[in-house]
């Protein structure tokens, strides 16, 4: 993130090292806090409420769940449009990986309320944005509050959910990345460069948008 050596690039490259660093030693708490009421290390059995409550909570900052999704948007605004692919899609494999085998032992109420909070606020914070990066930011919130309210019924669906959402995100970016926009005013004039790079973009967008 912080290659570039720009001050807005350091910045998220800070934010995304401290969110990070904070979320995984709360996971860490967690197994330990379990381990301490009831001799259990295994993360994927934990059986404390106090422990379910913090693994959740934790996995909600890794991802950027709402209320935890403040950094996420930062982060992908001060990075260049390759980083952001891999922000946006690859570095959200190993929470999701989580989310997946601690599923049974998540708190679903804690977990139900965060993801439809995500879905509502990513659709609405999306609207004020000039920003195509940060409205992929809010995009991918979104999505990840979709895949986080139905972990608890099939997991399969969230991992399904999250191959098709990452291949639609990686084609965004790769577009964007060809016609080198980064604001709404450049795609405006962009079509006059790549007509058909532009419609693929048009049908890439409708498809994660879930028309």
Known sequence: ISKSHHPRAVEAATKYFLT????????????????????????TQLTHPTSCLILTSALAIKLGLVPFHFWFPEVLQGSPLTTGLLLSTIMKLPPIALLYMTSPSLNPTLLTTLAILSTALGGWMGLNQTQIRKILAFSSISHLGWMAIIIAYSPKLTLLNFYLYAMMTTTVFLTLNTTKTLKLSTLMTTWTKTPPLNAMLLLTLLSLAGL
């Open 20 to 43: 990070q660093a904070a979320a995984s030693a709360l996971v860490l708490f967690s197994s330990m806090t379990n381990a301490w009421q009831t001799g259990q290390w295994d993360i």
